[in-house]
């Protein structure tokens, strides 16, 4: 278990960052859920979802929180999603990719094409994730995220908010400037539940054969699609249109 996973809450200064940060983040989000309805939450189960999704519940906002279920996520993430029925009586709005998206990538490449360039691995997340995304979206006047800009090289300059030209909308990211010590310090403050993977090393989850674990001193993303290089490991979701 990375050290980050389990911050020393006695640390007053730790906990005063966090309570200031869980605060600016619930005044984003009264600001989408006044200014912006309809307005999603993108939930992919992950550790920032999870203070998202605890945040949100806890607030009582009227912000649909969906999942995108590609077919091919760990047993561990389906868990997840019991448990957050479970714990917050919340039913996750799930999105699927069209079958016959899948089925036509498959039969051109194989099940496990991805692995065969940058190009095709783009096209299942494409078929799996993108696509259900921008059928999500529609309607939609703005769009929440648990992205951290300290997550990978391709997030370094992340605004808390920016329009999403791919997608037509405002997007939110309000977890931006959050360290990853202290999301884990919100989590065990508050008691959220969180993917069973994380404790085994992994970080950053997504579908099972594009996740590894990480070794210790590796970048966080270093385990989503890692025999790719840094500056290409994005699916799609938060790609800008120029």
Known sequence: MHPNMNPDLADARLRAAV???AEAARSVLREVAR????AAFANSLGAEDMVLTDLIVREALPIEIFSL???RLPAETYALMDEVRRRYGLKLTLYYPRHENVETFTRAHGINGFYDSVELRKACCHARKVEPLQRALTGRKAWITGLRAQQAATRGALAVREFDTANGLEKFSPLADWSEKEVWAYIRLHDV?????HDKFYPSIGCAPCTRPVAI?????????WW???DSKECGLHVKKA
Do not use: I, M
Not at 193 to 197: I, K, R
């Open 19 to 21: 309570e200031a940060k």
């Open 35 to 38: 200014d912006f309805s309809p």
């Open 69 to 71: 279920d590609t077919g």
């Open 193 to 197: 539940p969180y993917n069973a993977l």
């Open 217 to 225: 001193g590796e970048d966080v993303r270093a385990g989503r699609w």
């Open 228 to 230: 790719e290089q840094a």
